[in-house]
T-cell receptor, first 112, second 112 residues
Framework: GENVEQHPSTLSVQEGDSAVIKCTYSDSASNYFPWYKQELGKGPQLIIDIRSNVGEKKDQRIAVTLNKTAKHFSLHITETQPEDSAVYFCATANQAGTALIFGKGTTLSVSS | EAQVTQNPRYLITVTGKKLTVTCSQNMNHEYMSWYRQDPGRGLRQIYYSMNVEVTDKGDVPEGYKVSRKEKRNFPLILESPSPNQTSLYFC???????????FGPGTRLLVL
């Protein structure tokens, strides 16, 4: 079945630095790639997503890039702030197209 | 306010005592799903439902049941809980499996 590998598992940056989280997937037919942010004590919340017909998407300080040939996609956060501290999950659809398969998560810590 | 609600938020029970975790959404979404979240394992899908009376197994369905009698409700049933079902559970809903999934606040379950 579909497998999603996410790296790194933990990431510590200084406020104002950039953070990059990378994911690789196994099913070349995947065409939907969301990123979720989970704050302490809350459920995951979608922050950005990309579909396979585009290579990059930006929303203010957040961007996602997709390389379908290499089967990997990345989350980029610029000018990080303490409130960016959270667990981030990448995901993609499974082969049957009936569910999202999530990476194991990256704990991002932004220190001021 | 558009939301997914879960009850209870916290539950301590004993092995073998049947329990139900309720999930309700007010967005008229057709797709609903249950996940469990364990340290270092990310989010794993338990069951999903594409619409009323249509449910199917996810990646880790053993020991769980669900029902979808109404569009808004998708309860998770543990008929004979065991300690390995101690986990953080999330319900989610969306228009389809490849659209934004809205997560509930989570239910933390401890089975003694």
């Amino acid at each position: 079945g579909e497998n999603v590998e996410q790296h790194p598992s933990t990431l510590s940056v200084q406020e104002g630095d950039s953070a990059v989280i990378k994911c690789t997937y196994s099913d070349s037919a995947s065409n939907y790639f969301p990123w979720y942010k989970q704050e302490l004590g809350k459920g995951p919340q979608l922050i950005i997503d990309i579909r396979s017909n585009v290579g990059e998407k930006k929303d203010q300080r957040i961007a996602v890039t997709l390389n379908k040939t290499a089967k990997h996609f990345s989350l980029h956060i610029t000018e990080t702030q303490p409130e960016d501290s959270a667990v981030y999950f990448c995901a993609t659809a499974n082969q049957a197209g009936t569910a999202l398969i999530f990476g194991k998560g990256t704990t991002l810590s932004v220190s001021s | 306010e558009a939301q997914v609600t879960q009850n209870p938020r916290y539950l301590i029970t004993v092995t073998g005592k049947k329990l139900t975790v309720t999930c309700s959404q007010n967005m008229n979404h057709e797709y609903m799903s249950w996940y469990r979240q364990d340290p270092g394992r990310g989010l794993r899908q338990i069951y999903y439902s594409m619409n009323v009376e249509v449910t199917d197994k996810g990646d880790v369905p053993e020991g769980y049941k669900v029902s979808r009698k109404e569009k808004r409700n998708f309860p998770l049933i543990l008929e004979s809980p065991s300690p390995n079902q101690t986990s953080l559970y999330f319900c989610a809903s969306s228009w389809t499996d490849q659209e934004t999934q809205y997560f509930g606040p989570g239910t933390r379950l401890l089975v003694l």
